[in-house]
Nanobody, 134 residues
Framework: QVTLVESGGGSVQAGGSLKLSCLASGYTFDSRSSMGWFRQAPGQAPEKVRERVAVIDSGGSAFVEDSVKGRFTISQDTEKNTLYLEIDNLKPDDSGTYYC???????????????????????WGQGTQVSVSA
């Protein structure tokens, strides 16, 4: 059974920083695997489309959305099966639920083109809340 557990969210003031973590258990990483961070604004139902923030493949190649580039950094520790998202200079618009996702290209879904989108990820965590006050 695959589980993804996010942590590290919280309430911070604008300009502050957070480091989110996602511990993956039961997931077999291989050369086709990718993990990513997605987010939803407060009040949106989980079934709504989640905004892709950043993704990283098994080799460490990362993609970060232009809208957050320079403030968001995705990284992973494969020995600890943990994915990270460092967020600097937080803004109120960064508030929301941050979800961790994992997937293997061509296994549970279509063969995706880099960078993978929300629909390409098969496993999801429950999310961690980030609240940024002005």
């Amino acid at each position: 059974q695959v589980t993804l557990v996010e942590s590290g969210g919280g309430s911070v003031q604008a300009g502050g920083s957070l480091k989110l973590s996602c511990l993956a258990s039961g997931y077999t990483f291989d050369s086709r695997s990718s993990m990513g961070w997605f987010r939803q604004a407060p009040g949106q139902a989980p079934e709504k489309v989640r905004e892709r923030v950043a993704v990283i493949d098994s080799g460490g190649s990362a993609f970060v959305e232009d809208s957050v580039k320079g403030r968001f950094t995705i990284s992973q520790d494969t020995e600890k099966n943990t994915l990270y998202l460092e967020i600097d200079n937080l803004k109120p618009d960064d508030s929301g639920t941050y979800y961790c996702a994992a997937g293997t290209n061509g296994v549970h879904s279509r063969s995706w083109m880099w960078p993978p989108m929300e629909v390409d990820f098969h496993y999801w965590g429950q999310g961690t809340q980030v609240s940024v006050s002005a």
